[in-house]
């Protein structure tokens, strides 16, 4: 199998390659207004440059905003078939006020290193409708922790338009493994996986005995010849998850415990928005760009768990029917699992919906059990991480 074509059928890399061309653009930045990104919009600017975010080639503008907040398509972008290509994340750019005009170009700048990363031609200014946008991107429950971010972090306006790339953001960790789109595919070029399945496994959570029993599990179910992404998300995630220095330093570790050859690793610079279903059909879109034909999807994939009355924010579900729906406007196939659980009396992992658990004793730590331990210098069994991992992860909170 080839890798796939990118979503929407280009692969867009929007930095400005011609150095005089790049020359120009430098030379107009000192008369032109400067906005600082946040840490979100860094991680969204990032994608939209290298291609993660193909089709996009900007923060979106008002049309497409409404069209993918109401029915998770672009109007700009059409597929074969006529309608707007999928995408049901929206893309935005926030400022504080609308002191700007249609037309005027606006430099984007590193809040870290105030370096200039792209130019913005405005095309659109719009108010947003921020209760519909909770309400149909993310159900509506004020703590979910990308409407209390809506409410309590992004501006009143949004501006959308095009983008002339000048830099990547910079990193300073974690180099080698920090991994374009089209890096990417030319390494699966370079290990000879171009024309085998690929499937990636997505993750903001240290990985442990289990995920790679899963993620084995699901390459071997794919054929002889396929093959493993690791693709972690090292942007913002949930907070209070474990910092990505740490988790990296894990990835790494179980990388080594995979058959010589079936897996490889990039970091994904993604801001996470949990959100659920549609966040597991944009992670997919994500994937596509990357170079992967197959996408392990989980139980309550994306989801931020539950409320503070105890009520799930999505079903565990939500995300595999949802991808099922599309299934057919995919270049990407979905590889739908549940959770795998420890047999101490066969010493393996098995899927638990095939276990009949009122007969054959299961073990399993939960994330919080799992902080417990950690913190109180409990024990962390071999059979549910590897010793070297658990060091790591004790060495995070001494």
């Not at 409410?151 to 990547?168: M, R």
């Not at 493994?177 to 690929?198: A, C, D, Q």
């Amino acid at each position: 199998m080839p890798i796939p074509t990118p979503h929407g059928g280009q692969l867009n890399d929007l930095i400005i390659r011609d150095e005089s061309i790049k020359q120009d653009l430098l030379n107009k930045i000192a008369d032109l207004p400067k906005l600082k990104l946040t840490e979100r919009q860094l991680c969204d600017l990032e994608l939209i440059l290298n291609g993660g975010f193909s089709p996009l080639d900007g923060f979106l503008n008002e049309d497409d905003y409404n069209s993918v907040v109401e029915e998770m398509r672009l109007t700009g972008k059409k597929g074969k078939d006529g309608k707007g290509l999928l995408w049901p994340i929206p893309i935005t750019l926030d400022v504080r006020e609308n002191s700007y005009k249609v037309g005027d170009e606006v430099v984007l700048i590193d809040l870290r290193d105030d370096q200039p990363l792209a130019i913005l031609n405005i095309e659109s200014i719009y108010k947003p409708n921020k209760q519909n946008e909770a309400e149909k991107v993310f159900r509506g429950d004020l703590e979910h922790p990308s409407i209390k971010y809506l409410n309590e972090n992004v501006n009143d306006y949004y501006l959308g338009g095009s983008l002339k790339g000048i830099n990547y953001p910079k990193h300073h960790d974690y180099i080698e493994s920090r991994k374009t789109p089209t890096e990417l595919r030319k390494e699966f070029e370079s290990l000879g996986w171009s024309n085998k399945k690929i499937v990636a496994f997505q993750t903001r959570n240290p990985m442990h005995r289990a995920h790679r029993e899963l993620t084995v599990r699901a390459a071997n179910d794919l054929g002889e010849e396929a093959h493993l992404l690791i693709h972690p998300v090292v942007g913002l995630t949930k907070p209070g998850d474990i910092d990505h220095h740490t988790r990296v330093k894990v990835y790494l570790e179980i990388l080594k415990k995979y058959p010589k050859g079936l897996a490889t690793i990039s970091l994904l610079p993604l801001a996470m928005r949990m959100g659920g279903d549609r966040e597991a059909l944009w992670h997919a879109l994500i994937r596509t760009n990357y170079g992967v034909d197959h996408f392990i999807v989980g139980r309550d994939h994306a989801g931020p768990g539950k409320n503070s009355k105890g009520v799930d924010f999505y079903g565990p579900y939500d995300a595999q029917e949802l991808l099922k729906k599309y299934e057919d406007e995919l270049e990407i196939k979905i590889v739908p699992f549940r959770m795998v659980t420890y047999l101490p009396d066969e010493d393996r992992y098995a899927p638990i919906d095939e276990i009949d658990t009122s007969k054959v004793k299961t073990l399993n730590i939960s994330g919080t059990e799992l902080r417990h331990r950690l913190r109180t210098g409990g024990e962390i069994p071999e059979w549910f991480t590897y010793p070297e991992v658990a060091r790591i992860l004790r060495d995070s909170i001494a």
